[in-house]
């Protein structure tokens, strides 16, 4: 019998999880299995608003996935994916043309949320990538740079907005107003010219989070010089700054867009139903109505049953979800059921930048180093399961 194809698109927490453990638990004869990704490299989003912020070399945050997926099992292309053709079972790439798979894992990630708001991919900060980490840093140095070397020296240079107070905008402006002090020394910039805005449309800072720890965080930021706008959505995104709803405008020449995210547009590319680039997959994690498509990370929606809302997309929910597609990949390959999706939320911790963070692990609530130290733990447990201890030896962080 000839081998049945694997294909997994995506590079990400949800793809790499994937090929590492059907590396580990599928024999050469049980199938051919191939990677597609964007970049020759892989990347840990959840480590992005470091480099974006400068707090941290972005080198740090990729590595060559080569290095990563064992070659003799996994076969990488570097490319774009464009479409999924279901009637096929073929996908479409844009350098090399159309690639067959029997049974397709589809974890490409997510793009900016702008919900409806004008002007945020002309005048804002959105991608979360290598490269959009880059772009923000750069741009930041860049108007340190300009502020003492123009004849008038404009204000707005030194106004930072960050749009969304959710974890990953909050995870932002914590390592940013760690890093403005160091900023303003090197540049020969007085501090108190800097000014930091976070601006979030609903009624908290991160919504539905522990209402103490928020209060944590804030008191925190408020004292590095962060000024919260709290229920106040922005309308709109020009060149010079940001409208608020209200009619105020705030200038600025970097906003910095983190409001949430949608999936992948290859799914709606390829006529899945979904719901803002999600699709809501079945408990085993296939497409509904789809015998041999996995659907796993921010380019799937699953309810907790507990809330009767979406689980907030995350990468812990992303690697969860790739080890028991591997699992099923594998039952279904040998005509055996397949298993249901249960996912094992250990909690929710983020950064604020230097040594500290909040977060909440199993019902227990963590500020401050002892926080700072869990996070450091999560970051460095993923490598590991990446890559076991030398990974976590070459990269990871420490944790003190
Ligand atoms: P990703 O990990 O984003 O991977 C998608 C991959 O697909 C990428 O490698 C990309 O290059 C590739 N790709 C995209 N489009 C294409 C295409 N057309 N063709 C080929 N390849 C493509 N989650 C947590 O659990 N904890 C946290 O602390 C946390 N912090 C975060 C901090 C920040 C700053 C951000 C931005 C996110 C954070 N998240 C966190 C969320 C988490 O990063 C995502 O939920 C997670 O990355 C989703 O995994 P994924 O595999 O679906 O996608």
């Given at each position: 019998a000839t081998k ?5 698109l995506?590079?990400?927490y949800?793809?790499?999880v994937t090929?590492?453990?059907i ?6 004869n049980?199938?051919?299995v ?6 020759n490299?892989?990347y840990q989003?959840?480590?992005?608003h ?6 941290m070399?972005?080198d ?6 080569a290095n ?23 996908v479409?790439?844009k ?11 589809t974890a ?9 708001v004008g002007g945020?991919f002309?005048?804002?900060f ?10 923000i ?6 108007l340190?740079?300009?502020y003492?070397?123009?004849p008038?020296?404009?204000?707005d240079y030194?106004?930072?907005i960050?749009a969304?107070?959710g974890?990953?905008g ?14 303003c020394?090197?540049?020969d910039v007085p ?8 601006i979030e ?5 991160l ?6 720890l928020?209060?944590?965080a804030m008191?925190?930021?408020e ?6 706008k ?7 995104v020009?060149?010079e ?9 705030i ?10 995210v ?7 590319q390829?006529g899945?139903?979904n719901?803002?680039?999600?699709v809501k ?5 296939r ?7 996995f659907?796993?990370?921010d380019c799937s ?15 812990q ?5 790739a080890e028991t597609v591997?699992t099923?990949l ?5 005509g ?12 929710t ?11 909440i692990v199993?019902?227990?609530?963590l500020?401050g180093?002892s ?5 450091k733990?999560i970051?460095n447990?993923y ?11 070459k990269r990871?962080k420490?944790?003190?």
């Amino acid at each position: 019998a000839t081998k049945p194809t694997i294909l997994i698109l995506g590079g990400g927490y949800g793809g790499m999880v994937t090929a590492t453990k059907i590396a580990k638990e599928f024999g050469h004869n049980d199938a051919n299995v191939t990677l597609v990704s964007k970049h020759n490299y892989h990347y840990q989003t959840t480590w992005l608003h470091e480099p974006a912020a400068g707090t941290m070399h972005a080198d740090r945050t990729r590595m060559p996935i080569a290095n990563v997926i064992n070659e003799s099992k996994i076969n990488f292309i570097q490319d774009e994916v464009q479409e999924i053709h279901r009637e096929d079972n073929k996908v479409t790439l844009k350098e090399k043309g159309q690639v067959d798979y029997d049974y397709l894992v589809t974890a490409l990630g997510s793009v900016p949320e702008t919900f409806g708001v004008g002007g945020v991919f002309e005048h804002a900060f959105s991608k979360w990538t290598v490269n959009g980490a880059r772009e923000i840093k750069d741009h930041i140095e860049y108007l340190f740079a300009k502020y003492n070397n123009e004849p008038e020296p404009r204000d707005d240079y030194l106004t930072f907005i960050v749009a969304g107070a959710g974890f990953t905008g909050m995870e932002f402006i914590g390592e940013l107003s760690e890093r403005i002090p160091r900023l303003c020394q090197e540049y020969d910039v007085p501090k108190n010219k800097v000014k930091m805005y976070v601006i979030e449309a609903a009624p908290t800072a991160l919504p539905g989070f522990d209402p103490e720890l928020v209060e944590y965080a804030m008191n925190l930021l408020e004292n590095r010089g962060v000024e919260f706008k709290i229920n106040q959505p922005i309308s709109e995104v020009t060149a010079e700054g940001v409208t608020l709803k209200d009619g105020e405008e705030i200038k600025s020449q970097t906003v910095v867009w983190a409001t949430g995210v949608r999936g992948n547009p290859v799914i709606e590319q390829s006529g899945f139903e979904n719901m803002r680039g999600r699709v809501k997959v079945e408990k085993d994690l296939r497409a509904p109505g789809e015998d041999n498509i996995f659907i796993i990370g921010d380019c799937s929606l699953m309810i907790n049953e507990e809330t009767e809302r979406p689980f907030p997309p995350t990468a812990q929910i992303a690697m969860q979800q790739a080890e028991t597609v591997a699992t099923n990949l594998k039952a279904l390959i040998k005509g055996e059921s397949l298993q249901e999706f249960k996912p094992d939320i250990k909690g929710t911790v983020a950064s604020l930048g230097g040594k500290e963070a909040i977060g909440i692990v199993g019902n227990k609530k963590l500020y401050g180093t002892s926080a700072n130290f869990m996070k450091k733990m999560i970051d460095n447990r993923y490598l590991w399961i990446l890559g076991g201890a030398g990974l976590v030896l070459k990269r990871g962080k420490n944790p003190f």
